[in-house]
């Protein structure tokens, strides 16, 4: 059983920062590639970050130079920071990692989502 706890969502003005974190636990063999993705409502989950098990990572045109994805790999854990939030970022972010269950077996797994609301 694995599961992806994700934390730091919350209310936050135009401008403004937060960092989100998502903990991977459980029977993991090891971890391939992590991301964020997010769904505003009434549109579709989007990308929004992804980093691979290197450290490479790729990031949505909407939030390139104003977010930043990272992974402490000893504690099976990804962050995103989030500045110069602005009002269209308002979505639910959901953690997700394609996870090694073992040596020849991966699967993809969410998180719960957590809510991120910028308003002034």
């Known amino acids: 059983q694995v599961q992806l706890v994700e934390s730091g969502g919350g209310l936050v003005q135009p401008g403004g920062s937060l960092r989100l974190s998502c903990a991977a636990s459980?029977?993991?063999?090891?971890?391939?590639?992590m991301g964020w993705y997010r769904q505003a409502p009434g549109k579709q989950r989007e990308l929004v970050a992804r980093?691979?098990?290197?450290?490479?990572?790729n990031y949505a045109d909407s939030v390139k130079g104003r977010f930043t994805i990272s992974r402490d790999n000893a504690k099976n854990t990804v962050y995103l920071q989030m500045n110069s939030l602005k009002p269209e970022d308002t979505a639910v972010y959901y953690c997700?990692?394609?996870?090694?269950?073992?040596?020849?077996?991966?699967?993809?797994?969410w998180g719960q989502g957590t809510q991120v609301t910028v308003s002034p």
């Open positions: 459980g029977t993991i063999f090891s971890i391939n590639a």
């Open positions: 997700n990692g394609n996870i090694n269950l073992s040596s020849r077996w991966s699967y993809e797994y």
């Open positions: 980093i691979t098990s290197g450290g490479s990572s």
